[in-house]
């Protein structure tokens, strides 16, 4: 039986299965938990819970939930302003045409300007209007595509992930038309600037000198200049490229700008930089799961690091379970979530390919956790760690 009591009266040996606690502050990646000694019940008292859900046999006690949905807690609103134009299966297949075609036309741009030729600005722009003819057509099939990399085509794959989950993020602030478009060019070509720093210093492995990092951190502004000289682009075009390396507390660069002084454009694009590289494996440093790394900008929004109405909606574009996610179910099951449908943030369809008794085999079924009409409620328990795992996400959301 399940019953809601006070933290104080948290004991080791309890299994926990829910929290009063929204998804971004609790200390635990897993929704449901057995306490193995005090520092755990210390973590929750630290981070603010009162009372817990656990899991007891014949036990009476408060059956009652506790106030206020996690999603609401984040200011996450409960549905969508408008329905999609097309499904997420409908509209995936294009936006993947859409997600390859940026890379090749990044790609291009930073191999012309090394080879001192101009950027062909109408390429650019032109794949900046499909990104956002994609999003319009639904919300969630480009930006999940931002899932996918490759460690060593890391740069373009970056870029077009920053693109595209900027692209989002700003129609969600009610940018469109051409502004729209030029955003979401500007931050396709955001680290442009990179391609002036020797690949010596961009890919070392480890801890970068000082006369090294002060080298790295020109690049917003060699990427500008670069920028300026190239017809057909846009003063607020540059604006990504010059900002998305600045912090709300004045420690960023080039410039030092704090929040108040920086652009809406410039605070979108520096949430969406750091997301993208803390949740891909680089030579440097070892992925974060997506979940835990929006767990962490939701906390930099709140200690105004970076901007938080752009963390929540960032959040709004790739769900709290983004897609790529590898989760396990509270029936055991584990697989990867597939779809993220806007009206239904926490219950994503996940694709299955663990039965909870060791089946690992084909076909991959894909259950809608929202839908309780198939089975029994199925809800996510614990948010894990895929290359941990040895699993490639892309592998069985393409099956």
Known sequence: MRRWVPIAELKPGMTIVD????????????????????????????????????????ADGDSSEPPAPEAAVVGLPQNPDRPDAVPFEEEVGQARSVHLAAKAIVRGAMEDVRMGREVNTDAVMEIAGEMVDSLARNRMALTSLTRLHSFDEYTFFHCVNVGVLTTAVGRRQG????????????????????????????????KLTKDEYDVIKRHPEAGAEILHRTPGIAEDTIIPCLEHQERGDGTGYPYRKTLAAMSRSGLITQVVDVYDALTTDRVYHKARTPYEVLRYLFGLGQSGQLDLTM?????????????????????????????????????????????????????????????????????????????????????????
Do not use: C
């Open 311 to 399: 963390v929540q909606q960032l959040i709004l574009s790739t769900g709290i379970y983004p897609v790529g996610s590898l989760v396990e179910l509270d029936t055991g099951e584990r697989g990867i979530v597939y779809a993220v449908e806007q009206h239904e943030m926490l219950r994503p369809k996940v694709r299955l390919f663990f039965d909870g008794r060791g089946t690992l085999s084909p076909p991959f079924p894909v259950v809608d956790l929202s839908d309780d009409s198939t089975g029994p409620p199925r809800t996510i328990r614990a948010v894990l760690d895929a290359a941990a795992a040895g699993i490639d996400p892309a592998a069985y959301l393409d099956a």
């Open 19 to 58: 929290l009063d606690l929204p998804w971004e502050a609790s200390p635990f990646q897993r929704h449901e938990l057995r306490l193995e000694d005090e520092s755990q019940v210390a973590r929750l008292k630290a981070h603010g819970s009162q009372r817990v859900a656990i899991e007891e046999d014949g």
């Open 175 to 206: 940018i469109v038309g051409d502004e729209l478009i030029r955003l979401g060019a500007g931050a396709l070509l955001h680290d442009i600037g990179k391609v002036t720093i020797p690949l010596e210093i961009l890919n070392k492995p480890g």
